[in-house]
């Protein structure tokens, strides 16, 4: 039983790890463009085919390294093309917009790369198991959970230890005054957005090691990933980060009383959180 | 002709088009049952297009409720009693009931926040009804079931076998609930809607209670929404969790929007072309869901206003 409980709380808290890797990229783009970015789900998909496609290459290592700066160069190219339009408008025109681009990226996957399920190799070493007791602590589950954090850090460092991270936090305040000192905003939102999609793009080519290699892949996370972002508190990104670990450890817990209310206890939570405290966990008070 | 006689004389024009319309759609290339979807699916749209174009509130859940209604009918009908009243009142009242619970919580938001919350909570419908397999049967949807003739006591209407009978019943239903909404609109309440759209916070500095109304505009919203639903089910004989997923709600507000979401009519043009564009493009390729996506881009990028919303704008400049 205590196993059981462990297995599902560390499923949890990698499933948790995932969510909070995608919504931190969702969170990024909301605060400083206000666009809800529905094709952040398909990103990952890309991601995760890149990777697929360099491993034999480049290896599992060189791929980890790539895939995702190059996912984040598409990522950036489609906010010069089609998102930086939308700015300033009805968030209504960006979600529509992204909506569709959600649907092409999946079609588009399937296109390139069929609709079946690939295999998908990791390092053999990362199989094995580390502990004969908990015969379910693989190296690849530790080594998740270790990358995502990895990457968390190195994003917060970004944020406050960069000038291009002290840009991006001020223009979340106020991207107008921020405008007005002579800061380029229009360029900070295009490298804004690029690392938004350079998280959906690790996320993705670690998924795709967990979860199978599909071109829905990225709709299992997508949602959770809405439900981190608004039970953290929107505006938040430590919130977000909290918000996603949150959902993946309560779905874990569920899982071993409940198997089939896993999904549902997100929902709940989300639901709990909007009667008591309408902003989120850590959200600013009057931002939305 | 001035500005009133117009509109009477559109709205005329839609009328006796809907009325022929088993009539001269097979003549040009079209058939009975795309009018009916049509009609249907029209009706989602402007019931969205209460909350969306004359409230102002974005929704991008509005599948849940339109499913809700459809599951409704479908069960009503498999595991309870085989009459089609019935069942459409079972199904309007699950999607009522079920927004006007989850109303309260979302109310108070705005903007991002209120569309992230209607997709989120929308999505908790679609997996009870992925995973409650034994009574929604998952994602086979719910077969072995179809709808039953209207039985008047004088007269019976075999709306199951003869297309033109449903496509009358299902007008009937919407020029019903068209006429409700356009009564609703042009009330006092309604008046006070377009106020919240226009300018919340002066709205609320005149005493309005702002965060009821939105409440009231959803709920009537999702409940035009949940009786197309339920004639949705109807028409397909089927039901399936994919009726209440978050793209469904995506086609529903790109309808509004090609269509015009500040016209009353707009969301029905919309429809009409994005319903025909489906039926077209979906017989000569698999690759629907691409034109799909690069439908929505082209839309937002080039018809922002809708096709109403560049003719209105003409006339009156």
Known sequence: MVQLILFNVLNGLIIGAFYALMALGLSLILNLSGVINFAHGGFLAIG??????????????????????????????????????????????????????????????????????????????????????????????????????????????????????LRIRAGTLDLETLSVLGVNVRILRNLNFGLGIYMAGLAGVLAAGMLGLQPTIGDSLIMPSFVAIIVG?????????????????????????????????????????????PRGLLGEEGRF | MDLVSRRRAGDAAIWLLLVSAPY??????????????????????????????????????HAAYFGLGAYGVAMTIK???????????????????????????IARLRGVYFAMCTIA??????????????????????????????????????????????????????????AAMAFLLRSPFGRTLLAIRENERRARFLGIPVDRHIWLSWVISCFFV???????????????????????SGNFVIMAVLGGMRSFWG???????????????????????SFVGLFFVLVVLFFPRGILGIIGRRAVS
């Open chain 1, 48 to 165: 995760a085919y890149l990777a697929y496609t360099l491993i034999p290459y480049v290896g599992f290592w060189g791929a980890l390294l790539a895939a995702p700066f190059l996912t984040a160069f598409i990522g950036i190219l489609v906010e010069r093309v089609l998102i930086r339009r939308l700015y300033g408008r009805d968030p209504l025109y960006s979600l529509l917009l992204t909506f569709g681009l959600a649907f092409m990226i999946e079609d588009g996957t399937r296109f390139i790369w069929g609709a079946d399920s690939l295999p998908y190799q990791i390092p053999g070493w990362l199989q094995n198991t580390l502990s004969s007791q908990l015969f379910f602590l693989t190296g690849y589950r530790v080594f998740m959970v270790v990358l995502v954090a990895v990457a968390v850090l190195g994003l917060f460092l970004i944020l406050t230890r960069t000038r291009l991270g």
């Open chain 2, 267 to 289: 969301p029905l043009i919309g429809a009409a072309i994005f319903l025909v564009l489906e039926d077209y493009i979906s017989s000569h390729t698999d690759n629907w869901m």
């Open chain 2, 79 to 105: 595991y309870l009693i085989a009459s089609t009243p019935l069942a459409i009142l079972v199904g309007v009242a699950a999607g009522t009931a079920a927004a006007a619970v989850v109303g309260p919580l």
């Open chain 2, 24 to 61: 001269w759609l097979t003549h040009v290339g079209g058939y009975v049952e795309l009018g009916t979807r049509v009609l249907i699916l029209a009706l989602a749209a402007m019931a969205l297009n209460f909350l969306l174009g004359f409230t102002g509130v974005l929704s991008f859940g």
């Open chain 2, 121 to 178: 909570f929308g999505q908790v419908f679609y997996y009870i009804a992925f995973q409650w397999r034994s009574v929604t049967r998952g994602d086979d949807g719910l077969t072995a079931w179809h709808r039953m003739p209207l039985d008047f006591g004088f007269a019976e209407l075999d709306i199951l076998n003869n297309n033109k009978a449903f496509y009358y019943m299902v007008l009937v239903v919407f020029a019903a609930a068209v």
């Open chain 2, 226 to 248: 949940s009786i197309a639903g339920a004639l949705y089910a109807l028409m397909n004989d089927f039901v399936d969790p994919r009726a209440l997923r978050w793209d469904q």
């Open chain 1, 233 to 277: 508190g929107l505006g938040s990104l430590p919130g977000t980060l909290v918000g996603g670990l949150l959902i993946g450890v309560a779905s874990g817990v569920t899982t071993v009383f409940l198997p089939s209310a896993s999904e549902a206890v997100m929902y709940v939570l989300m639901a709990v959180v909007l009667l008591i405290r």
